[in-house]
């Protein structure tokens, strides 16, 4: 049995473990023993802390996720302007540069524990990223379980797009756009363009399709 308080750092390598193999080799290659040496751990404490490959994966998928809404959460700070806020949602979604994603702090084991000293957050370019993120999405596409991860952790996000929004609106800097309707249409501007680089569809650099997504949110939500 596991040491007792190893529960947050061993969860926290064995996740990083799952996004570092997804990047590299893809969903379907990856197995138990794989994750195991590649976190550096037993396979036996993999299953200790995670029932399965299924669920393994499924709560790798909310904390990959989830990584990105920390992050805006992180960044975004209440004396913004709403218009710079949004311009953070982008940025998260188009990074430049690697990525440190703090993939421990939503885990609902983890949550309102000290962050795992194990190591930092582990790093990834935005071709890594977009790999992960399309891998999961094919698998998400087939079956109910993902996609309950992704509306639940998708709901957060729009949620939070539409604070920033009605923040805007009630400062004069928005138009008056539905608040429920807005951050949807945003998000899927968003979303379509990260599948179009992923599948290699013109592609751009990042700060390409940064300055698109900002300067169309900025025509359909600028109030000026």
Request: glycine share 6%; net charge negative.
């Amino acid at each position: 049995m596991p040491k007792v308080g190893m529960e947050p750092i061993r969860r926290t390598q064995v996740i990083r473990a799952v996004i570092d193999a997804v990047a590299e080799k893809g969903l379907e290659a990856l197995t138990m023993d794989a994750v195991a040496k590649r976190a550096d751990v037993s396979k036996g404490v993999v299953n200790y802390y995670f029932a399965g490959k299924r669920d393994l994966l499924l709560q790798s998928f909310h904390a990959f996720l989830e990584s990105y809404n920390q992050q805006i959460v992180d960044l975004i700070q209440p004396d913004m302007k709403a218009m710079e806020m949004m311009g953070i949602v982008i940025d998260v979604c188009f990074p430049d540069g690697d990525v440190a994603l703090p993939l421990w702090k939503h885990d609902p084991k983890i949550e309102g524990k000290a962050q795992p000293k194990d190591g930092p957050d582990p790093t990834f370019s935005i071709d890594q990223l977009g790999k992960v993120f399309v891998h999961f999405l094919t698998k998400t596409i087939l079956d109910r379980d993902f996609q309950e991860v992704y509306q639940k952790v998708y709901n957060t996000y729009l949620e939070g797009m539409k604070t920033i929004i009605q923040h805007g609106i009630a400062a004069g800097e928005f138009r008056d756009v539905d608040p429920d309707e807005a951050p949807y249409g945003l998000m899927a501007l968003i979303e379509g363009m990260v599948m179009y680089r992923n599948i290699g569809f013109r592609p751009l650099s990042p700060q390409n399709y940064r300055t698109v997504c900002k300067d169309i949110a900025r025509r359909y939500l600028d109030n000026s």
